[in-house]
Protein backbone atom coordinates (compact mmCIF):
# COMPACT_ATOMS: atom_id res chain seq x y z
CA UNK A 1 0.00 0.00 0.00
CA UNK A 2 2.09 3.31 -1.00
CA UNK A 3 0.52 7.01 -1.32
CA UNK A 4 -2.25 8.11 -2.43
CA UNK A 5 -3.53 4.27 -3.17
CA UNK A 6 -4.03 3.75 0.72
CA UNK A 7 -6.96 6.12 0.20
CA UNK A 8 -8.89 4.57 -2.36
CA UNK A 9 -8.86 1.02 -0.71
CA UNK A 10 -12.02 -0.39 0.34
CA UNK A 11 -12.63 -0.90 4.55
CA UNK A 12 -12.84 -4.69 3.56
CA UNK A 13 -9.94 -5.05 2.52
CA UNK A 14 -8.00 -2.92 5.12
CA UNK A 15 -10.33 -5.03 7.97
CA UNK A 16 -8.22 -8.43 5.53
CA UNK A 17 -5.04 -6.75 6.17
CA UNK A 18 -5.76 -6.00 9.42
CA UNK A 19 -6.34 -9.41 10.73
CA UNK A 20 -2.85 -10.08 9.04
CA UNK A 21 -1.01 -7.90 11.46
CA UNK A 22 -0.82 -5.51 8.31
CA UNK A 23 0.11 -2.07 10.44
CA UNK A 24 -0.10 0.09 7.60
CA UNK A 25 -3.70 -1.25 7.29
CA UNK A 26 -4.41 -0.27 10.68
CA UNK A 27 -2.60 3.71 10.33
CA UNK A 28 -4.87 3.54 7.69
CA UNK A 29 -8.40 2.75 9.22
CA UNK A 30 -7.14 5.07 12.04
CA UNK A 31 -6.64 7.94 9.79
CA UNK A 32 -9.84 7.11 7.96
CA UNK A 33 -12.30 7.09 11.21
CA UNK A 34 -10.13 9.00 13.85
CA UNK A 35 -12.03 12.83 13.17
CA UNK A 36 -15.52 11.29 12.51
CA UNK A 37 -15.03 9.03 15.60
CA UNK A 38 -14.01 11.76 18.16
CA UNK A 39 -16.81 14.05 16.97
CA UNK A 40 -19.19 11.36 17.69
CA UNK A 41 -18.01 9.84 20.93
CA UNK A 42 -17.41 14.32 21.96
CA UNK A 43 -20.95 14.60 21.45
CA UNK A 44 -21.82 11.81 24.12
CA UNK A 45 -18.87 12.58 27.16
CA UNK A 46 -18.76 16.34 26.19
CA UNK A 47 -15.07 16.02 27.51
CA UNK A 48 -11.67 15.77 24.85
CA UNK A 49 -9.84 13.80 27.45
CA UNK A 50 -12.52 11.19 28.39
CA UNK A 51 -13.27 11.22 24.16
CA UNK A 52 -9.48 10.49 23.67
CA UNK A 53 -9.11 7.69 26.10
CA UNK A 54 -12.29 5.90 24.87
CA UNK A 55 -10.86 6.13 21.12
CA UNK A 56 -7.62 4.89 22.10
CA UNK A 57 -9.44 1.84 24.20
CA UNK A 58 -11.37 1.07 20.70
CA UNK A 59 -8.18 1.18 18.74
CA UNK A 60 -6.42 -0.73 21.06
CA UNK A 61 -8.64 -3.66 21.76
CA UNK A 62 -8.86 -3.26 17.02
CA UNK A 63 -5.18 -3.94 17.13
CA UNK A 64 -5.12 -6.52 20.06
CA UNK A 65 -7.94 -8.73 18.85
CA UNK A 66 -7.20 -8.48 15.02
CA UNK A 67 -7.22 -12.18 14.69
CA UNK A 68 -10.19 -12.86 16.22
CA UNK A 69 -12.41 -10.02 16.02
CA UNK A 70 -14.75 -10.65 12.91
CA UNK A 71 -15.76 -7.62 11.48
CA UNK A 72 -18.66 -7.38 8.61
CA UNK A 73 -18.75 -3.54 8.49
CA UNK A 74 -15.98 -1.95 9.37
CA UNK A 75 -17.73 1.86 9.87
CA UNK A 76 -20.58 0.51 11.83
CA UNK A 77 -18.08 -1.66 13.93
CA UNK A 78 -16.12 1.04 14.97
CA UNK A 79 -19.63 3.43 15.65
CA UNK A 80 -20.78 1.06 17.71
CA UNK A 81 -17.70 0.17 19.85
CA UNK A 82 -17.17 4.11 20.64
CA UNK A 83 -20.70 4.36 21.20
CA UNK A 84 -20.28 1.53 23.84
CA UNK A 85 -17.35 2.22 25.04
CA UNK A 86 -17.99 5.83 26.13
CA UNK A 87 -21.43 4.72 27.63
CA UNK A 88 -19.93 2.11 29.75
CA UNK A 89 -17.68 4.58 30.66
CA UNK A 90 -20.52 7.29 31.88
CA UNK A 91 -22.17 4.29 33.58
CA UNK A 92 -19.15 4.12 35.81
CA UNK A 93 -19.05 7.79 37.35
CA UNK A 94 -22.30 9.34 38.59
CA UNK A 95 -24.26 10.97 36.42
CA UNK A 96 -27.92 13.08 36.42
CA UNK A 97 -31.41 12.00 35.06
CA UNK A 98 -30.16 14.69 31.71
CA UNK A 99 -26.82 12.01 31.27
CA UNK A 100 -29.51 9.72 31.28
CA UNK A 101 -31.85 10.46 29.31
CA UNK A 102 -28.89 11.43 27.08
CA UNK A 103 -27.89 7.27 27.18
CA UNK A 104 -30.95 6.30 26.19
CA UNK A 105 -31.47 8.57 23.06
CA UNK A 106 -28.13 8.05 21.71
CA UNK A 107 -28.19 6.70 17.99
CA UNK A 108 -25.73 5.76 15.67
CA UNK A 109 -25.29 8.01 12.63
CA UNK A 110 -28.45 7.18 9.95
CA UNK A 111 -26.12 5.04 7.23
CA UNK A 112 -24.24 2.85 10.17
CA UNK A 113 -27.40 2.38 12.19
CA UNK A 114 -28.96 1.53 8.97
CA UNK A 115 -26.22 -0.99 7.91
CA UNK A 116 -26.87 -2.57 11.55
CA UNK A 117 -30.46 -2.96 11.02
CA UNK A 118 -30.32 -4.79 7.61
CA UNK A 119 -27.39 -6.92 8.99
CA UNK A 120 -29.52 -8.14 11.91
CA UNK A 121 -32.87 -8.35 10.01
CA UNK A 122 -30.63 -10.69 7.27
CA UNK A 123 -29.65 -12.84 9.89
CA UNK A 124 -33.70 -12.80 11.00
CA UNK A 125 -34.26 -13.77 7.11
CA UNK A 126 -31.99 -16.12 6.49
CA UNK A 127 -33.37 -17.91 9.59
CA UNK A 128 -36.71 -18.06 8.35
CA UNK A 129 -35.70 -19.08 4.41
CA UNK A 130 -34.37 -21.69 6.00
CA UNK A 131 -37.54 -23.36 6.12
CA UNK A 132 -37.83 -22.86 2.24
CA UNK A 133 -38.02 -25.64 -0.11
CA UNK A 134 -34.33 -25.61 -1.38
CA UNK A 135 -34.80 -23.84 -5.17
CA UNK A 136 -37.49 -21.33 -3.65
CA UNK A 137 -34.73 -20.21 -0.81
CA UNK A 138 -31.81 -20.40 -3.76
CA UNK A 139 -34.43 -18.19 -5.98
CA UNK A 140 -35.11 -15.68 -2.75
CA UNK A 141 -31.49 -15.13 -2.17
CA UNK A 142 -30.04 -14.48 -5.96
CA UNK A 143 -33.18 -11.76 -6.25
CA UNK A 144 -32.81 -10.33 -2.77
CA UNK A 145 -29.27 -10.51 -1.63
CA UNK A 146 -27.45 -10.75 -5.23
CA UNK A 147 -29.32 -8.47 -6.63
CA UNK A 148 -30.65 -10.89 -9.72
CA UNK A 149 -33.63 -9.58 -11.55
CA UNK A 150 -36.15 -12.46 -12.70
CA UNK A 151 -34.77 -12.87 -16.15
CA UNK A 152 -31.15 -13.09 -15.03
CA UNK A 153 -32.29 -15.87 -12.41
CA UNK A 154 -34.06 -17.72 -15.08
CA UNK A 155 -31.11 -17.91 -17.35
CA UNK A 156 -29.00 -19.03 -14.25
CA UNK A 157 -31.13 -22.02 -13.60
CA UNK A 158 -32.49 -22.59 -16.52
CA UNK A 159 -36.51 -21.99 -15.65
CA UNK A 160 -39.05 -19.94 -16.63
CA UNK A 161 -39.30 -16.58 -15.78
CA UNK A 162 -42.90 -17.45 -14.24
CA UNK A 163 -41.33 -19.92 -12.22
CA UNK A 164 -38.93 -17.54 -10.87
CA UNK A 165 -42.36 -15.33 -9.89
CA UNK A 166 -43.75 -18.15 -8.80
CA UNK A 167 -40.80 -18.85 -6.10
CA UNK A 168 -40.64 -15.44 -5.24
CA UNK A 169 -44.41 -14.79 -4.24
CA UNK A 170 -44.01 -18.38 -2.54
CA UNK A 171 -40.85 -16.92 -0.26
CA UNK A 172 -42.44 -13.72 0.45
CA UNK A 173 -45.85 -15.14 1.82
CA UNK A 174 -43.52 -17.66 3.83
CA UNK A 175 -41.41 -14.31 5.47
CA UNK A 176 -44.99 -12.65 6.00
CA UNK A 177 -46.00 -15.21 8.41
CA UNK A 178 -42.41 -15.55 9.80
CA UNK A 179 -41.68 -11.85 10.29
CA UNK A 180 -43.53 -9.63 13.01
CA UNK A 181 -45.01 -6.34 10.86
CA UNK A 182 -42.05 -3.85 12.40
CA UNK A 183 -39.39 -6.30 10.74
CA UNK A 184 -41.31 -6.74 7.70
CA UNK A 185 -40.96 -2.77 7.23
CA UNK A 186 -37.81 -2.52 8.23
CA UNK A 187 -36.98 -4.96 5.15
CA UNK A 188 -39.18 -3.97 2.19
CA UNK A 189 -37.34 -0.11 3.29
CA UNK A 190 -33.94 -0.84 4.06
CA UNK A 191 -33.20 -3.32 0.93
CA UNK A 192 -35.11 -0.67 -1.54
CA UNK A 193 -32.77 2.73 0.15
CA UNK A 194 -29.33 0.07 -0.18
CA UNK A 195 -30.37 -0.66 -3.59
CA UNK A 196 -30.85 3.00 -4.50
Not at 22 to 42: E, I, M, P, S, T
Not at 109 to 128: F, T, Y
Request: charged fraction near 25%; aromatic fraction near 10%; glycine fraction near 4%.
Amino acid sequence: MEGSDRNTIPDAKLVALLAQGNRVAFNQVYDRYWKRLYGYAFNILRCPGLTEDVLQDVFLKIWENREITKITMLETYLFSATRNKAISLIRKTKFTDFQEKLIESLSLPPKAEQQLQWHDLKKEIELATDYLPPRCKEIFHMSRFEQLSIVEISENLGISNRSVENQLSLALKHLRKYLNKSSLIIFFTTIFSLLG
